[in-house]
């Protein structure tokens, strides 16, 4: 007990090392230090949600339609201000609770109720390649089937996953719509991430970063750009999704669409009947 006590203890320094990082550059200690360590971690977390929502979407919006305007997106496709502030709205109002997920695997973790490792030479390199491969697989599988289903039952997606879908036009997408979601539709779709720390080993940093990278893949998704690189679900695959309503569910990848039978080419007639 006290070996498994003193291994859990890595993920708590982890977690106090980045609270530190973070709200320790940012904020006066008599701000954060004074919370609940629980708090710390959400506040952290929403944080750091904020940034690589706002910093890599604003870059990015900039690069697309002003300093290569007509280059990428032609000048009739940019998306409104009106439609990028909507979809920034959305995504605020869902933000403070998608930051609770990783919150709440970090409790967890730090509990010793998931099957985390806290360092990579704890497995060896092989092992922990294959962790994260394996890793990713589920995910992939577990966010393909979560989405397809938000789409399949009508309740939830008339509830729920239609609030992302009211953006279904070249210039109505933009980045900032990747996390313009009802929030609980948002947390669903991120929840196999969370299911996999408790169905196999996993390297919980690494865990935390393919999760808070996938919010940044989420903007390049929607970006409309269709740059193809199989088996990469980019954006040409994605924006098809929101035209078409039933095909490229895949968040990473293609392979899931392949595999089901739902996968259609960005080519993909964009009047195709919904």
């Known amino acids: 007990m006290d070996n498994q006590s003193g291994y859990l203890q890595l993920f708590t320094a982890d977690g106090d ?76 109002r869902g933000l403070p609770w998608y930051a609770l997920l990783p919150t709440v695997e970090e409790y967890v973790t730090e509990g010793g109720w998931t099957r985390c490792f806290a360092r990579v030479h704890h ?6 390649v294959f962790y994260v491969a394996l890793y ?3 995910v992939e599988f577990g966010i393909y089937w979560m989405h397809k289903l938000l789409h399949d039952i009508k309740p ?7 609030t992302h879908h009211i953006y279904n036009k070249h210039n109505s997408l933009s980045p900032f719509a990747g996390l313009a979601f009802h929030p609980l539709d948002g ?9 996999a720390l408790f169905i196999m080993p996993m390297h919980f940093t690494t865990h935390l970063v393919i999760l808070f990278m996938g919010g940044i ?3 390049n998704i929607h970006d409309c750009i269709n740059a193809k690189f199989w088996p990469i679900m980019g954006s040409g695959y994605h924006t098809v999704h929101h035209v078409t309503y039933r ?18 080419e960005p080519d993909v007639d964009d009047k195709e009947d919904d």
Request: glycine content about 6%; hydrophobic content about 50%.
């Open 17 to 92: 090392f980045y609270n530190r990082l973070l709200l320790g550059t940012l904020m006066p200690e008599r701000l954060w230090v004074p919370l609940p360590r629980f708090f710390q971690t959400w506040l952290r977390n929403y944080i750091g949600g904020l940034i690589m929502y706002f910093t890599p979407n604003f870059l990015w919006c900039f690069y697309l339609y002003y300093l290569k305007i007509n280059v990428y997106v032609p000048k009739d496709g940019i998306p409104s201000r009106k439609a990028m502030v909507k979809q920034i709205q959305i995504a605020m």
């Open 123 to 128: 497995v060896g390199w092989l092992h922990y």
């Open 136 to 138: 990713l697989i589920l």
């Open 156 to 162: 939830l997606y008339n509830h729920l996953h239609a």
């Open 187 to 195: 947390i669903l779709q991120a929840l196999p991430h969370s299911m």
């Open 217 to 219: 893949w989420t903007a």
């Open 247 to 264: 095909h490229n569910y895949g968040h990473f990848t293609i392979w899931m669409d392949w595999m089901f039978g739902t996968l259609a």
